[in-house]
């Protein structure tokens, strides 16, 4: 019983049956009100901090949380073999916790963050290291109108994820994430929901508490869920950015760039599917916008055989720049997206790309899982070079013709240890294809990671 009792207390080894909860990477939208009628509910150390009551009868309740994860890196040939640090190994550390008290309609979340790298060869980003800031910090208002409609106004900092974060996203998978500052209006009916947004990105700096509001980036948007079936819904959406120092292939002129969404997800018995088009207009200094981009993920899992293995295909395009020396933009933008966004290894974004990505993930029992990916990535447009995922122009098009980029596989594996401790390991290898070998360095990418996290 002993060991039992340390096991709990160093992994979070439930003692007893508890009320499910789900966690996720948006701490904010987690729901711990089921545990006040759960049976012995204090009997994991770490429930006892959720949803606790701080007045009689529980009108105002707190929530704590934490997360702690280290996680290290290893690159031989980054950006295949290219300047200033090809071989490069670091280790990313970041600490962040929270608090979320209720008081009737009336809700205040603040969520720190303690964020290091130590190692970076090229030196830390925005990404990679914040020092000790506010990650999150907003209040809210929610104002149920009838029996299955509210009215939520969100004023303050808050991490954002919009549908599949293809172009408004966490950043969870790097060191720092994406913060915004602003205000929000939720309005819910039903299964639908729509959203108002204005808001401003947060200027992640290396220094204690120096992170600020940009003052030259803004984003607005409409965003609405709309439940199509019983197991089918849809988001309609507008989204407004705003650059006065936009960059783009070594210019810099002010962006106005307006992005028109529809995306289709659901599923159908073990079908699943996730499919989102997306087309741009607006200017960049005095050249004109048009882009588009086009990306799926469709999936079909087999829970009655052994190891529950899941295939999925994804298929994405987005659009390029055909001729720099004309009036037209054709490069999409894909705003602030999610950090790691083909896998563990990312070093190309989803600008002027087509790609295809099949995968498997497979259930090893006693909390492992696998994943095993390859991709393939072609230049959408001959005229436009290749992009990282915060959009900076890594490989410019120069001469070649080719669009073959290169392919990647991709091994990941994980197990959740507890219910607040988990771990992962990936291996990846890119290899190039003809576009990098013609225009410069093309060593093939080899990385390594490795990472370990504690959260309740």
């Known amino acids: 019983m002993i060991l039992r009792l340390v096991a709990a207390l160093l992994l979070g080894l439930p003692l007893a049956a508890q009320a ?71 280790l990313w550390l970041r600490f962040m916790p929270l608090a979320d008290v209720h008081a009737g309609p009336v809700r205040a979340f603040v969520q720190g963050i303690a964020g290091y790298a130590l ?23 929610r104002l149920p ?73 803004r984003l607005d948007g409409i965003y609405a869920t709309v439940p199509l079936a019983t197991r089918a819904s849809a988001n309609l959406y507008w989204l407004g950015y705003r650059s006065d120092l936009a960059r783009f292939a070594g210019t810099i002129a002010r962006e106005r760039r307006d992005t028109y969404g529809v995306r289709l997800f659901g599923n159908w018995g073990q079908l699943g599917w996730n499919w989102e088009a997306m087309l741009q207009r ?66 190309i974004g989803p600008r002027n790309i087509m790609n295809l990505h099949p995968s498997v993930d497979m259930d090893l029992g006693r909390g492992l899982t696998a994943e095993l990916a390859a991709v393939a990535y072609w230049r959408a447009s001959r005229g436009d070079g290749v992009y990282d995922v915060p959009g900076q122009l890594i490989r410019a098009a120069g001469n070649s013709d080719a669009r073959h980029i290169g392919n990647q596989v991709e091994l990941l594996v994980g197990w959740q240890a507890s219910t607040v401790l988990s771990f992962s390991l990936s291996a990846s290898l890119f290899t190039a294809g003809d576009f990098l070998r013609n225009t410069g360095p093309a060593r093939p990418i080899r990385m390594v990671g490795a990472e370990a996290m504690f959260r309740f």
């Open 119 to 141: 190692g970076v060869g090229a030196g830390a980003g925005p990404a990679d290291e914040t020092g000790i800031d506010l990650l999150q910090g907003f209040a809210d208002l």
């Open 282 to 347: 607006g200017r960049y200094g005095d050249d004109t916008i048009r882009a588009w981009s086009i990306a799926t993920e469709t999936s079909y899992a087999f829970p009655q055989v052994s190891l529950a293995p899941r295939i999925r295909l994804r298929a994405n395009i987005a659009s390029g720049d055909r001729d720099a020396r004309d009036d037209r933009l054709g490069t999409f933008n894909a705003l602030f997206p999610k950090g790691k966004y083909f896998g563990e290894l990312s070093p």
């Open 20 to 90: 499910q909860v789900d966690q996720t990477n948006l701490r904010y939208d987690e729901d711990w009100s089921a545990l006040r009628d759960a049976p012995n509910r204090n009997a994991d150390w770490w429930y006892r901090l959720k949803d606790r009551p701080l007045t009689d009868g529980g009108t105002v309740n707190v929530t704590i949380g934490a997360e702690a994860r280290a996680r290290y890196e290893r690159f031989d040939n980054n950006l295949w073999g290219q300047p200033p640090a090809p071989d490069d190994g670091y």
């Open 145 to 217: 109108i009838g029996v299955d409609s509210a009215v939520t106004l969100r004023g303050g900092r808050e991490l954002i994820a919009l549908g599949s974060e293809r172009l408004v996203g966490l950043r969870y998978g790097p060191n720092i994430p994406q913060p915004f500052d602003g205000a929000r209006l939720m309005i819910e009916h039903g299964g639908a929901r729509i959203e108002a947004m204005h808001l401003r990105p947060v200027e992640v700096r290396a220094g204690e508490f120096d992170d600020r509001t940009s003052s030259t980036r």
